[in-house]
Nanobody, 126 residues
């Protein structure tokens, strides 16, 4: 059984930084695509960043490009999201997601992912 658990959320001032982690348990990680999504009240879940199944492609939403960095440790089965220069519009619940079969062109589509964590709240406010 695959399980994902996010951590690292919290309250931060505008311009600050946070690092989110996603720990994966279960039989798959190395050949799975993984991504970070976020959702604010009243909005659809949106893609933030992610890796393709081979790890050869890394993508970012335009809204976070240059501020957020995604990485993963295959041995530890952990994916992280380093968030710098946080803005109030980054406030959301952040989710990590994983899928074994997703193709690169579908990485930004939340509906394509089979496994999700419960989410961690990130609030950017002064």
């Amino acid at each position: 059984q695959v399980k994902l658990v996010e951590s690292g959320g919290g309250l931060v001032q505008p311009g600050g930084s946070l690092t989110l982690s996603c720990a994966v348990s279960g039989p798959i990680f190395r050949t799975a695509a993984m991504g970070w999504f976020r959702q604010s009240p009243g909005k659809e879940r949106e893609y933030v960043a992610g890796f393709s199944r081979t790890g050869g492609y890394t993508g970012y939403a335009d809204s976070v490009k240059g501020r957020f960095t995604i990485s993963r440790d295959i041995a530890k089965k952990v994916m992280t999201l380093q968030m710098n220069g946080l803005k109030s519009e980054d406030t959301a619940v952040y989710y990590c997601a994983l899928d074994e079969r997703i193709i690169t062109s579908s990485l930004r589509r939340a509906i394509e992912y089979d496994y999700w964590g419960p989410g961690t709240q990130v609030t950017v406010s002064s």
